[in-house]
């Protein structure tokens, strides 16, 4: 197939992978299924994300507030993700996929922890893409522990608190080192961010699709990407810009 290109390609895209339960139920499956085929269209989004040159791919795969859901979801989920891991490494590998979690790590269990540490470490130096798998992921979370990251600071005499910055607090988020993201999909029709990336979305353009994320493809993404690029993003101007060159 040969491969679109975009005149503005988006730096980071962020996806709220929604709806694999509505997608189950509607074909009178049970959810687990609709998770099930949301893997296939991780894999997808990750080709296409790489072929369209976009340089972060975030994907919400797991919320801190996902411990809600009965037992036997929750560990379907789970066993899915390591899974994934385990049987798709290598080729992320070989695609040169960078992969990188984000999300609390404390709270998991160590056989889940040591799959993702380790995907993080073999993949380290690749250059493509980078995969950010949001997992165990809050942003209230994320944000109550880079303020006590920075508290401790204070506390130890090491840091001046009148010296915190959002630059300094950008730096202790999960997501330190990471653009913003210029560009949040979510999938399903719900329009809403469900604790996600809230410091990091001050300036995002987002993009509600109907489709629920099982039915996500190329062709889905790509008119995403055609409307990203149609878009005048202003930073609190009066002329569009790029996020490089206002420098968030
Ligand atoms: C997204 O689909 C997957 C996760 C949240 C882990 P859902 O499981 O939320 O599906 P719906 O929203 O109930 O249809
Ligand atoms: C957000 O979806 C979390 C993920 C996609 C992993 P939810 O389905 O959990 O969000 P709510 O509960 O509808 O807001
Ligand atoms: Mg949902």
Redesign the pocket.
């Known amino acids: 197939m040969s491969e679109r290109t975009f005149l503005t390609v988006p730096e980071h895209v962020a996806i709220?992978?929604?709806g694999n339960g509505r997608w189950a139920k509607q074909r009178g499956l049970p959810r687990t299924m609709g998770h099930r085929k949301g893997v296939d269209a991780v894999r997808e989004t990750v080709r296409a994300a790489g072929d369209a040159g976009i340089k972060y791919l975030t994907l919400?795969?797991?919320?801190s507030?996902?411990w809600r859901r009965p037992e036997t979801e929750v560990s379907d989920l789970l066993g899915l993700l390591k899974a994934f891991i385990r049987r798709d490494l290598a080729e992320l590998h070989r695609q040169n996929v960078r992969v990188k979690v984000i999300g609390d790590r404390l709270s998991l269990k160590s056989d889940i922890l040591d799959l993702l540490v380790d995907a993080e470490e073999r993949t380290k130096s690749n250059t493509a893409l980078t995969l950010v798998i949001?997992f165990n992921y809050g942003s209230r979370d994320e944000i109550a522990r880079a303020m006590t990251s920075l508290a401790r600071d204070v506390e130890a005499g090491r840091l001046r608190a009148q010296d915190i910055s959002p630059a300094l607090i950008n730096a202790r988020l999960d997501t330190a080192g990471i653009p913003d993201p210029d560009l949040i999909i979510r999938t399903s029709g719900?329009e809403?961010l469900?604790n996600?990336l809230l410091w990091q979305a001050a300036y995002s353009e987002f993009i509600f699709v109907p489709e629920y994320w099982p039915d996500f493809s190329r062709e889905i993404f790509h008119s995403a990407l055609e409307t990203f690029a149609s878009r005048d993003r202003r930073f609190g101007g009066l002329v569009a810009q790029t996020a490089a060159a206002v420098g968030t």
């Not at 919400?60 to 919320?63: D, N, P, R, T």
């Open positions: 709220i992978m929604d919400f795969a797991f919320s507030e996902n949001a719900e809403r469900s996600f």
